[in-house]
């Protein structure tokens, strides 16, 4: 048992000399700033691999979004549309899903009428409102 004492009294380092930078008997302490550019800049461009991506989807399985996530997510990405039916009567919407939903229409399909790829869906015709 004295063994381990000796040892650690003739070790090369003393507590008091310690880098903050570095890891020392498995606690980790704050990188400096030069170190944290020297991390990005060695992370940068470097792919995944297919393992690591399978990873962080399998951890996420199951995670379920609350209601207050949705509604925020609802308002940051809603847009205007404005849509014409097949008798010439237009609807301005902000929810194009739950539109398209609810008039058996493709929503995918009404945005690529919106983007020109489609002439119209099912007579319908769709351009996107900029507010």
């Known amino acids: 048992m004295e063994d381990i004492f000796e040892s650690l009294k003739t070790m090369p380092f003393d507590i008091k000399e310690?880098?903050?930078?570095?890891?020392?008997?498995?606690?980790s302490c704050?990188?400096?700033?030069e170190s944290k550019k020297l991390i990005s800049e060695s992370k940068k461009g470097v792919k995944q691999t297919p393992e690591h991506i399978q990873k962080r989807v399998d951890k996420m399985k199951g995670f379920k979004q609350?209601?207050?996530?949705?509604?925020r997510a609802r308002e940051t990405f809603e847009m205007s549309w404005l849509v014409?039916?097949?008798?010439?009567?237009?609807?301005?919407?902000?929810?194009?899903?739950?539109?398209?939903?609810?008039?058996?229409?493709?929503?995918?399909?009404?945005?690529k009428?919106?983007?020109?790829?489609?002439?119209?869906?099912?007579?319908?015709?769709?351009?996107?409102?900029?507010a």
């Open 18 to 27: 310690h880098n903050p930078t570095t890891k020392w008997f498995g606690f």
């Open 30 to 33: 704050k990188h400096t700033e």
């Open 113 to 130: 009428v919106s983007q020109g790829i489609l002439k119209q869906h099912k007579g319908w015709k769709c351009t996107k409102v900029d």
């Open 66 to 71: 609350s209601e207050h996530q949705k509604d």
């Open 84 to 111: 014409t039916n097949t008798k010439g009567q237009s609807f301005n919407i902000v929810n194009l899903r739950k539109f398209c939903k609810d008039n058996g229409l493709d929503q995918g399909n009404m945005v």
